[in-house]
T-cell receptor
Framework: EAGVTQSPTHLIKTRGQQATLRCSPI?????VYWYQQALGLGLQFLLW???????NRGNFPPRFSGRQFPNYSSELNVNALELEDSALYLC?????????????FGPGTRLLVL | AQSVTQLDSQVPVFEEAPVELRCNYS??????LFWYVQYPNQGLQLLLK??????LVKGINGFEAEFNKSQTSFHLRKPSVHISDTAEYFC??????????????FGAGTRLAVHP
C-alpha cells in the first residue's frame, strides 16, 4: 500500500512569492494534517483538513492556507513568503476509526526562501 | 494545553549498548502517545503508539516504550542499538478529548548517535 506522498521534494522561492505544496494521503484516509519543521522551532501543527473542510489551524498567520480536494488530497499555500518560512513541511494522513487515530507522515517538502 | 518534554537533546551510545530516550507529557485525563523517528533528510516514521490497553508497547526495529500514567512518562527503550538507529526521535501526544481536534504536540526531539 502506498504511503503519504508529497510534491515537490524541494522548492526554492524568493521573498514575496507564493508557494504551493501538495500532499496525497494514504488510500482510504480522510484527514490530512500539515506541520512545519523549522530550524530551532521544532515540529509545529499548521492545519487540519477532514472531509474537505478545514477543522483547525495552528498559530500561523492567514497567509498560510490550504484546501482539501474531493479525492482527499490537499494543497498548502503560503503567500507573501518570508525568509523565516524556510522549513521542512510535513503532511500526515489519518483515518479516525472507533475512537482512535494514528497519523502517518510523508517525506516532506523542503522550502527555501531566498 | 498539552506539552511534551524530551529530557535529552542528544544521546550518544555505543553500538550494541542499551538506550533509553525519555519523554514526559503534561497531565491530562487521557492521552494518546506516539514515538516517531526521523532519519536524515526524511519524513517521520511511526515507531510505536499507545492508545489504550497494555502499558508496555512494542514497536518496529526492536523498540518498546512504557506508558506510566502516575509519572506522565512514555520512555522509549531498546536493549541493543545498531549504527542504523542513528536518527532523531520525537515523542508526541494527542488529546482525544481536546474539543474535537487531534493535532499532535511534539517534543523538541532527541538525537540518538550510535558509535561503533
Amino acid at each position: 500500500e502506498a504511503g503519504v506522498t508529497q510534491s515537490p521534494t524541494h522548492l526554492i522561492k524568493t521573498r514575496g512569492q507564493q508557494a504551493t505544496l501538495r500532499c496525497s494521503p494514504i488510500s482510504g484516509h480522510t484527514s490530512v494534517y500539515w506541520y512545519q519543521q523549522a530550524l530551532g522551532l521544532g515540529l509545529q501543527f499548521l492545519l487540519w483538513y477532514d472531509e474537505g473542510e478545514e477543522r483547525n489551524r495552528g498559530n500561523f498567520p492567514p497567509r498560510f492556507s490550504g484546501r482539501q480536494f474531493p479525492n482527499y488530497s490537499s494543497e498548502l499555500n503560503v503567500n507573501a513568503l518570508e525568509l523565516e518560512d524556510s522549513a521542512l513541511y510535513l503532511c500526515a494522513s489519518s483515518l479516525y476509526l472507533a475512537g482512535q487515530e494514528t497519523q502517518y507522515f510523508g517525506p516532506g517538502t523542503r522550502l527555501l526562501v531566498l | 494545553a498539552q506539552s511534551v518534554t524530551q529530557l535529552d537533546s542528544q544521546v550518544p551510545v555505543f553500538e550494541e549498548a542499551p538506550v533509553e530516550l525519555r519523554c514526559n507529557y503534561s497531565s491530562s485525563v487521557s492521552v494518546y502517545l506516539f514515538w516517531y523517528v526521523q532519519y536524515p533528510n526524511q519524513g517521520l516514521q511511526l515507531l510505536l503508539k499507545y492508545l489504550s490497553g497494555s502499558t508496555l508497547v512494542k514497536g518496529i526495529n526492536g523498540f518498546e516504550a512504557e506508558f506510566n500514567k502516575s509519572q506522565t512518562s512514555f520512555h522509549l527503550r531498546k536493549p541493543s542499538v545498531h549504527i542504523s538507529d542513528t536518527a532523531e526521535y520525537f515523542c508526541a501526544v494527542s488529546d482525544p478529548f481536546s474539543g474535537g481536534y487531534n493535532k499532535l504536540i511534539f517534543g523538541a526531539g532527541t538525537r540518538l548517535a550510535v558509535h561503533p
